[in-house]
Each structure stands twice: as structure tokens, then as C-alpha cells.
């Protein structure tokens, strides 16, 4: 007997969108046919609605241990799932302490363990005080190592000099694991950041002024120079601009063993919607011109792009308050709205394919990071999905939101496209806005 059937959804595959039951069994689907005859505990219909593999955020913040004030695990969790997540990657950092050693690792992985409403993945921090660290975090299981090529905002997590980050990706390499990059040149940021503030310039347009997409593509070069040289699988996470994303495309197609990912904040915002939204929109690389958006999205049609990542990253709200906007706090909150982003400006504005959808936020994570069993409705996948209705639209208000500070630049915005339920093998962790806890949640980890 199967423990779950699906009844008559809309399954979002690889090969396109086909309506099948889904049957599964002890948390896998066991079975996907036009209709099963098998007995099951229970049956849920999902006639007229979309089933996409349950989607997996390869970059939040949720700041816990140490800073659950800021979000926390159970609250970025749950607005995972109620956003169609079954799984997310955390990032080393705000967490104090943060992830660049063992038991920094497992500080983490016991919060998450008591607290996620979802699998996870945990990243190891890479900076130049911890590179002797490295080999102990990838026995603990991290999915692979964060570094900073400009200033974090942190203390505790230093940015990478070119000889630091070298000596990381050759480690990395030799343990198999890739490394994540935020690319932007310190020396270049600090610099203008330094002139405008010298001269009392701090409005948001200084802000951008300082930190132009050329401080991006610099970055993302050496990156990609060194990446090649030490053989070490690179991922570069929130590229901003078109321009970006062609730099690091083009090394791709020369055989440089790298992924792009992206942001919805940059495809659904442009720098003119800054002066509007302030520092609910404020992010470092920071929202680019309506131009580069463009070519972004281009881009994405194009599948140069491979993955979207969130870049949920949450504060207080008083720490998003104030005149000088480099002072200001700079995340932005969003991990509950990626997939509304794409639905709305993609599938129905500019004609993405659902099943491109499903791909960037789904099965191309789960591939490239060697997610086994994980990104596909398939047969000996586990039980990960969630129920979409197409045909509704919903406004985004505070009520709506699950993570722990009711503020978002999203927040007031129309969108296509109602989440109705998550499942994490063949468990509901989210339906009619509320959120359920399931009985277990796992580490994921890397197969290679």
C-alpha cells in the first residue's frame, strides 16, 4: 500500500508539464502513471493545480546561532516552505559564531536539527584566518565554502585577499567541494566608498555610485583566473548585472568549471526603484540599471543562468533606519517571494517556461551541488513538491509573511501564482498559510 497519491496535477518536468498522479512510498515517489490503482493512506487532489519539485534555496541568512533576533532558523524555515521550499543552504555568516570550524559546525547543526521546517545544507566560511580549518569542515559535511572578496560587513568573517583565496580553492579542490565567491573588488568599493563619505555624500545614489557593475566584473575576472588555475569548482553567487553574468558565461564555455546564480530582487527591481523603497532594498552588488536588468533577464531566457538563489538576508528594522545610507543595514528579505518573482516577471511577462523554473530553482541546485535524490519528480526521488495554483493571484502583505520581521521591498506587490501546500517526503510542512512541523529534517550533503 502507498502511504500518499497525488490526484491529477500538473507535474512541471524536465521534458515539460504532463498531469499524472504521483504515488509515494516511505518518503520517495514510488510511482508517477496517468492514474494509480494502488490503495493509499491518504490522497490529495491537486486537480488544477501545478506540481513543481519542491525548491531549494542555495543562499539565506538565517543569522541562528547567535543572531536569531535578526531571523532565526524556524521563522527563515518557514517562510521557505510557505514559498515552496523544501530545502535551503545557509550561509557561514551573521551567525555568531560563525561556520569556520568544527564546533562552530555544530553549534549550527544542532539549531537546525531542533529548528528547520526543512532539509538544509550548511556552508563553511573561507577567510584568511581559517584555511587550516577547511579539512574538518568538509568531514563535518558542509556543502562547500563561502568567501568574501569584499568586506563582509562583518568583523568575524574578514574578506579574502587574492593570495588567501588562492590557497582556499586549491584546499577545496583537493576535497572536492566548491567555493562560493560574493564578487566585488575591496579595494575598489572601499575606495569610492571612502571618497563619498569624505565628502558627506551618502545618499542612496552615492551608495550606487560607489559600488559600479565594472567593481563586479574585476572581481568576478580573478575569480575565474583562479578558479581555472587551482581546478576548483567556483560558484558565484548573486551576479547583478547582465554584464556579469556574460563574463562568467563566456569562461564557462571555454571549460571553466563554474555556476551563476542570480538573485529575484535583481530581476524584479531596478536602481531607480531604490530611491522609492530605501534600505528595504538596499544589497551589496546593489540593484542595476534598467539596461543591465534587461540583459539579465535576457540572459535567463537564454539558460546562461543557472541558478536563483534568494540572498535572504533579514535584520532588525531599526538597523535599516537612518541618513546615511552606507551605514544603513544592507539584505534584503525575500525568501519567501523567489518563486512569485518568477512566475510573475518571467512565466507570465516575459514567457519563462515552467519547467526553466523548475530547473534554476530546483533540479540545477540539486545537480550542481550533488544533491542525491533530490530536483526531480521522477521515481526513486524523495517525495519533495509543491502545489501551485496558476490561476490565482495574491498581494503580498505583512500578515502573509513567515520570517521573523514583517518588512520586504516585495511587500504591496502583485503576484501570479498561490502556494497551497509544501511537502518534504511525503510530509506537509505548509498548506492554507500554516505552517507544520515534520518529523525529521536532514543535512544534506554532497555526493560526488
Avoid at 577567510?127 to 569584499?150: C, D, H, W, Y
Avoid at 551576479?239 to 571553466?256: D, F, M, P, T, W
Wanted: hydrophobic share 40%.
Amino acid at each position: 500500500m502507498l502511504d500518499l497519491i497525488v490526484r491529477t496535477g500538473k507535474l512541471v518536468t524536465p521534458e515539460g508539464v504532463r498531469q499524472a498522479d504521483l504515488g509515494i512510498k516511505d518518503g520517495q515517489i514510488a510511482q508517477i502513471a496517468p492514474e494509480i490503482s494502488e490503495p493509499a493512506r491518504q490522497e490529495v487532489s491537486a486537480e488544477g493545480l501545478h506540481v513543481l519539485p519542491g525548491l531549494i534555496d542555495v543562499h539565506v541568512h538565517f543569522n541562528e546561532p547567535g543572531q536569531a533576533h535578526w531571523e532565526g532558523i524556524a521563522t527563515g524555515s518557514a517562510a521557505r516552505a510557505a514559498g515552496g521550499g523544501t530545502a535551503f543552504f545557509d550561509m557561514p555568516l551573521n551567525s555568531l559564531p560563525c561556520t569556520l570550524d568544527a564546533p562552530s559546525f555544530d553549534q549550527k547543526l544542532a539549531a537546525m536539527r531542533a529548528s528547520s521546517h526543512t532539509d538544509f545544507a550548511l556552508w563553511g566560511g573561507l577567510t584568511p584566518q581559517n584555511l587550516e580549518r577547511l579539512p574538518e569542515l568538509a568531514l563535518r559535511g558542509v556543502i562547500g565554502f563561502k568567501a568574501f572578496m569584499s568586506n563582509s560587513g562583518l568583523p568575524e568573517f574578514p574578506h579574502c585577499d587574492d593570495g588567501s583565496l588562492y590557497e582556499g580553492m586549491r584546499i577545496a579542490a583537493r576535497l572536492g567541494l566548491p567555493v562560493a565567491v560574493h564578487a566585488e573588488s575591496d579595494a575598489l568599493t572601499a575606495h569610492f566608498a571612502r571618497q563619498k563619505q569624505q565628502q558627506g555624500q551618502t545618499t542612496w545614489r552615492d551608495y550606487l555610485d560607489s559600488r559600479p557593475v565594472f567593481t563586479e566584473l574585476e572581481a568576478i575576472q580573478r575569480a575565474l583566473l583562479l578558479a581555472q588555475e587551482t581546478g576548483c569548482r567556483l560558484h558565484i553567487v548573486h551576479i547583478s548585472s547582465g554584464a556579469g553574468v556574460a563574463l562568467a558565461a563566456e569562461a564557462k564555455a571555454r571549460g571553466v568549471d563554474v555556476s551563476l546564480e542570480t538573485c529575484p530582487h535583481y530581476l524584479a527591481f531596478t536602481e531607480e526603484d531604490l530611491e522609492r523603497l530605501g534600505a528595504l532594498a538596499k544589497c551589496a552588488p546593489p540593484l542595476r540599471s534598467g539596461d543591465q536588468q534587461t540583459l539579465l533577464w535576457n540572459q535567463v531566457l537564454q539558460g546562461l543562468v543557472d541558478i536563483i538563489g534568494s540572498d535572504h538576508s533579514p535584520s532588525p528594522p531599526e538597523m535599516k533606519q537612518g541618513d546615511d545610507f552606507f551605514a544603513l543595514w544592507g539584505g534584503i528579505a525575500g525568501v519567501q517571494s523567489t518563486l512569485a518573482v518568477l512566475l510573475t516577471e518571467g512565466w507570465q511577462a516575459r514567457g519563462l517556461a515552467l519547467e526553466q523554473i523548475a530547473r534554476l530553482l530546483a533540479t540545477n541546485p540539486a545537480q550542481r551541488f550533488g544533491l542525491q535524490g533530490k530536483g526531480l519528480l521522477a521515481e526513486g526521488y524523495d517525495a519533495d513538491f509543491a502545489l501551485v495554483d496558476l490561476q490565482q493571484t495574491h498581494t503580498l502583505k505583512p500578515q502573509d509573511l513567515h520570517q521573523r520581521h514583517p518588512i520586504s521591498p516585495y511587500l504591496g506587490r502583485r503576484f501570479v501564482g498561490v502556494v497551497r501546500e509544501t511537502w518534504l517526503r511525503g510530509q506537509r510542512v505548509y498548506a492554507l498559510g500554516k505552517i507544520e512541523k515534520p518529523n525529521e529534517v536532514r543535512l544534506l550533503t554532497r555526493h560526488l
